[in-house]
């Protein structure tokens, strides 16, 4: 059981504006910033959001991160089929002394 | 280029014992604080510990404390895990992780595979 709650799938066509949400509480989202991670088949987690919305260089316009009190979520508009990765967000806990992270998200793109 | 690449996975026993090496290169080690985190077959990534830039401050995750280590060595640019009284539920892949802005996990090494069965 994860701290931070994400769905388990979600799904679209191409083109399609699909929304990720990540659950927490305020001891980790409530407090601390979100960073939302990549991982394609095969391959490590690369950052494709920090501090709650902020894009690193090379990561496309269409990935945007939000966050509000103690949830935060992760938008990927015109999607692609390259898109179709595991998504996870990430925060540092207080309580917890510990990085968590959501139980991931599996994107299919249909 | 950032790189950091993992090593010293592979099969060990129930109750056993195996250090993980992270070498870095591309960036000066010494300035920044690298987390260990793991990742289970078919399963979502898990953090396994941290150690600040200068080795003062260091956390584990619950599942591991008392059992791994993390160290470092920064005149060889390495960081280390020392797994001692291994389980199954341990089995995983392990990456590390350079950390920037406090919270930002942002290069990974390629991971090693750890796989503790009888």
């Known amino acids: 059981q994860s701290v931070l709650t994400q769905p388990p799938s979600a799904s679209g066509t191409p083109g399609q504006r699909v929304i990720i949400s990540c659950s927490g509480s305020?001891?980790?989202?409530?407090?601390?910033?979100v960073n939302w991670y990549q991982q394609l088949p095969g391959t490590a987690p690369k950052v494709l959001i920090y501090?709650?919305?902020q894009r690193p260089s090379g990561v496309p316009d269409r990935f945007s991160g939000s966050k509000s009190g103690t949830s935060a979520s992760l938008a990927i508009s015109g999607l692609q089929s390259e898109d179709e990765a595991d998504y996870y967000c990430?925060?540092?806990?207080?309580?917890?002394?510990?990085?968590?992270f959501g139980g991931g998200t599996k994107l299919t793109v249909l | 280029e950032v790189q950091l690449v993992e090593s010293g996975g592979g099969l060990v026993q129930p109750g056993g014992s195996l250090r993980l090496s992270c070498a870095a290169s591309?960036?000066?080690?010494?300035?920044?604080?690298i987390n260990w985190v793991r990742q289970a077959p078919g399963k979502g990534l898990e953090w396994v510990s941290y150690?600040?830039?200068?080795?003062?401050?260091?956390y584990y995750a619950d599942s591991v404390k008392g059992r791994f280590t993390i160290s470092r060595d920064n005149a060889k640019n390495s960081l280390y895990l020392q797994m001692n009284s291994l389980r199954a539920e341990d089995t995983a892949v392990y990456y590390c992780?350079?950390?920037?802005?406090?919270?930002?996990?942002?290069?990974w090494g390629q991971g090693t595979l750890v796989t503790v069965s009888s």
């Open positions: 992780a350079r950390i920037v802005g406090a919270s930002t996990l942002d290069h």
């Open positions: 591309g960036f000066t080690f010494s300035y920044y604080s």
């Open positions: 150690i600040s830039s200068s080795s003062n401050i260091i």
């Open positions: 305020s001891s980790n989202i409530g407090s601390n910033n």
């Open positions: 501090r709650n919305n």
């Open positions: 990430a925060a540092w806990d207080d309580s917890l002394n510990g990085r968590v």
